[in-house]
């Protein structure tokens, strides 16, 4: 068995905690890898996420912003998440049961009982060029934001038109990323058991509400209007285009795999007001 472990860079709490966990699941005779910084911090050598993808699972420790880091590097390895920040809507598991809940489901998988949740990710496409994976969202905007920024754009879904005009941009997410940037450009907070994908503009000058689709659509964004445009996946890994352009966002493999317990959804969603 081999388990990888991330603890959010900078927080001593987490390497502290990554620590304990390394040294319990090693008394278990499980092989243990740590990505850079984690090792780093631990005075450890060696380590590095390209190992990650071989593990039989992931502990992230941190936020959900550590969890999707994680998972950037997983492929479609099952993550366990400690939750160290805020809300908390990946990372189920608490810091003060995160050792019992840990070797418990780490047992299971060896067993092969573990239970393993599936949700969907999205990737961007030109003719010539693939996004890397998005857990929550892809944006694809002009150059820059704001007053005498953005770009011309036309929304289709699976060919027919629903949008268009000049807005900052678009975003594309998955029921995960719900509550991520799209919540934050006002659009609407869905279950994590919907299978849909949520399209919405972002500052349009005319534009429509946001769009809920099925998860098997592919929603096609055209850039015109401006030199460049970028598409983000995650909130990592920009890539600069030249415009015009037609980018295609559609569900991708492997889906991010989610083991151990379930976080509780609307327990976090109060923790946002």
Not at 81 to 91: D, Q, Y
Not at 162 to 175: E, M, N
Not at 183 to 192: A, D, K, T, Y
Request: net charge negative; proline share 7%.
């Amino acid at each position: 068995m081999q388990v990888g472990i991330v603890a959010q860079k900078g927080n001593p709490r987490a390497a502290y905690l990554a620590d304990d966990i390394r040294e319990a699941l090693s008394d278990r005779d499980v092989t243990v890898w740590l990505d850079e910084a984690t090792a780093t911090a631990l005075g450890a050598d060696g380590y590095g996420m390209d190992r990650f993808e071989s593990c039989d699972c992931i502990v992230a420790i941190g936020g959900d912003g550590t969890f999707l880091y994680a998972a950037h590097h997983a492929g479609g390895t099952p993550i366990l998440g400690v939750n160290l920040g805020e809300v908390g809507f990946l990372n189920a598991i608490s810091p003060d049961d995160a050792e019992e809940a840990i070797l418990e489901t780490v047992e299971a998988l060896q067993a092969g009982e573990g239970t393993v949740r599936e949700v969907p990710r999205l990737v961007a496409r030109t003719d010539e060029w693939a996004s890397s994976p998005a857990a929550n969202e892809i944006v694809v905007q002009g150059p820059r934001r704001g007053r005498g920024g953005g770009v011309d754009y036309e929304i289709r879904v699976d060919g027919s038109l629903y949008s268009g005009g000049h807005a900052d941009g678009v975003i594309v997410a998955t029921p995960t990323g719900s509550t991520a940037y799209n919540l934050s450009e006002r659009g609407p907070i869905v279950h994590p058991g919907v299978d849909t994908i949520i399209v919405n503009e972002m500052v349009a000058e005319r534009g429509m509400p946001p769009l809920a689709v099925p998860l098997d659509r592919t929603v096609s964004v055209t850039l015109t209007g401006a030199e460049t445009g970028v598409v983000v996946s995650d909130g990592r890994d920009p890539k600069e285009l030249s415009v015009p352009v037609e980018i295609a966002i559609e569900r991708s493999g492997p889906p991010m795999r989610m083991a151990g317990p379930s976080p509780d959804f609307f327990e976090a969603l109060g923790k946002l007001s």
